[in-house]
């Protein structure tokens, strides 16, 4: 089946810790976002991507990295350097950047422990 | 900064009623989307509009844009207590080719 997936689903960090979001698709898709979400708030961008070994900050990069090595992947390293990086993370890709639907995975909660 | 802003940010109606949300941006767009997330999930894409589109249907769902007061609603008639979510809208920049979100309305539909 085609989609895109993101692991793990619960992951939990200790102060000072980097730790990395994996997000995978077999969708052929050249577009990959990714976006954290507060409770109760919308989608903010954390860093997005266009084609490999490319990409773009989005209106709350600091604390974050990424990389796009490969079409299919687009991890998120979420570093100390994030001073509150409890949220929910949703990875998402789509054909074409912001030109046509885009599919989210089911997201992964980030706890500081 | 955010560039899609949902109104209202909570609504409850009875099952059977029609639910009406609006979005309001404030640049020029390709085009602009509405997404449907359940509590704890990722988004699914509902409809698509496009900046030379002045209404569109897609089942119970009915979307119209208003370039010139750059903004958007999204229409679900006879809605069912599956239709409870967050309703979210996207927007395309022309100037940017990145896909942002507003804040979201949640919607309860009461059996």
């Known amino acids: 089946d085609g989609g895109i997936t993101q692991s793990p689903k619960y992951l939990f960090r200790k102060e000072g810790q980097n730790v990395t979001l994996s997000c995978e698709q077999n969708l052929n898709h050249d577009a990959m976002y990714w976006y954290r979400q507060d409770p109760g708030q919308g989608l903010r961008l954390i860093y997005y991507?266009?084609?490999?070994?490319?990409?773009q900050k989005g209106d709350i990069a600091e604390g974050y990295s990424v990389s796009r090595e490969k079409k299919e992947s687009f991890p998120l390293t979420v570093t100390s350097a994030q001073k509150n990086p409890t949220a929910f993370y949703l990875c998402a890709s789509s054909k074409w950047t912001g030109e046509t639907e885009a599919f989210f995975g089911q997201g992964t909660r980030l706890t500081v422990v | 900064s955010q560039q899609g802003e949902e109104d209202p940010q909570a609504l409850s109606i009875q099952e059977g009623e029609n639910a009406t949300m609006n979005c309001s941006y404030k640049t020029s767009i390709n085009n602009l989307q509405w997404y449907r997330q359940n509590s704890g999930r990722g988004l699914v894409h509902l409809i698509l509009?496009?900046?030379?589109?002045r209404e569109k249907h897609s089942g119970r769902l009915r979307v119209t844009l208003d370039t010139s007061k750059k903004s958007s609603s999204l229409l679900i008639t006879a809605s069912r207590a599956a239709d409870t979510a967050s309703y979210f809208c996207?927007?395309?920049?022309?100037?940017?080719?990145?896909?942002?979100f507003g804040e979201g309305t949640q919607l309860t539909v009461n059996p």
């Open positions: 509009i496009r900046s030379n589109e």
């Open positions: 996207a927007t395309d920049w022309t100037s940017g080719s990145r896909l942002t």
């Open positions: 991507s266009q084609i490999v070994n490319d990409f």
